[in-house]
């Protein structure tokens, strides 16, 4: 099966833009979702498609993608921010139904 | 409102069994690919396998091929995972997931499955 790449932690100042990136060959070929999770909490859809965000979600977050890498990108940080992204896509290795998730991003909000 | 609840978790001995259930409100089942993804305590998550909308095609992890089993109830609007010749390995936490093919938008709470002698 294939990998999708993020980067362990990331920190960004409160009110301030940071990305988060996700890399791996199915970002070729397929979108990446990104899921936002909270210590005890399910995972959270935050984005999907090309940049589309589930209703509820605010629009200081947005989704990107060139080539094998994939970003979510919160602009304007919030405390409430503060939580592990993961990303995933399909799995261009396995069955088309096949996903593979990164190994997750914990963001820290200064 | 889309709810999806899990249950069936426990502590179980390796080598046996158990079954998950993902109980379905809110939308009909069989419209949508349904996703079956875990956690170890403290780790990443993991997917474990899908079952497309209509059932046409069923995907597992390598990590659980052979030994798990996704299946559909649409009359009781209920996704099962059944998990055979459980390892310590395959102690998570085990969330069903409402599809998108590519993404899931709704997750249930969770269900924690232990595996220890």
């Known amino acids: 099966s294939s990998e999708l790449t993020q980067d362990p932690a990331v920190s960004v100042a409160l009110g301030q833009t940071v990305r988060i990136t996700c890399q791996g060959y199915p970002l070729r070929t397929y979108y990446a979702s990104w899921y936002q999770q909270k210590p005890g909490q399910a995972p959270v859809l935050v984005i999907y498609g090309k940049n589309n965000r589930p209703s509820g979600i605010p629009d200081r977050f947005s989704g990107s993608s060139s080539g094998n890498t994939a970003s979510l990108t919160i602009t304007g940080a919030q405390a409430e921010d503060e939580a592990d992204y993961y990303c995933n896509s399909r799995d261009s290795s396995g069955s088309h139904l096949s996903w593979v998730f990164g190994g997750g991003t914990k963001l820290t909000v200064l | 409102e889309v709810q999806l609840v899990e249950s069936g978790g426990g502590l179980v001995r390796p080598g046996r069994s158990l079954r998950l259930s993902c109980a379905a409100s809110?939308?009909?089942?069989?419209?949508?690919?349904m996703h079956w993804v875990r956690q170890a305590p403290g780790k990443g998550l993991e997917w474990v396998s899908t079952?497309?909308?209509?059932?046409?095609?069923?995907a597992y992890a390598d990590s659980v091929k052979g030994r798990f089993t996704i299946s559909r109830d649409d009359a009781k609007n209920s996704l099962y995972l059944q998990m055979n010749s459980l390892r310590p390995e395959d102690t998570a936490f085990y969330y069903c997931?409402?599809?998108?093919?590519?993404?899931?938008?709704?997750w249930g709470q969770g269900t924690l499955v232990t595996v220890s002698s």
């Open positions: 809110g939308f009909t089942l069989d419209d949508y690919a």
């Open positions: 079952i497309s909308w209509n059932r046409d095609t069923i």
């Open positions: 997931a409402k599809g998108g093919t590519d993404y899931g938008d709704y």
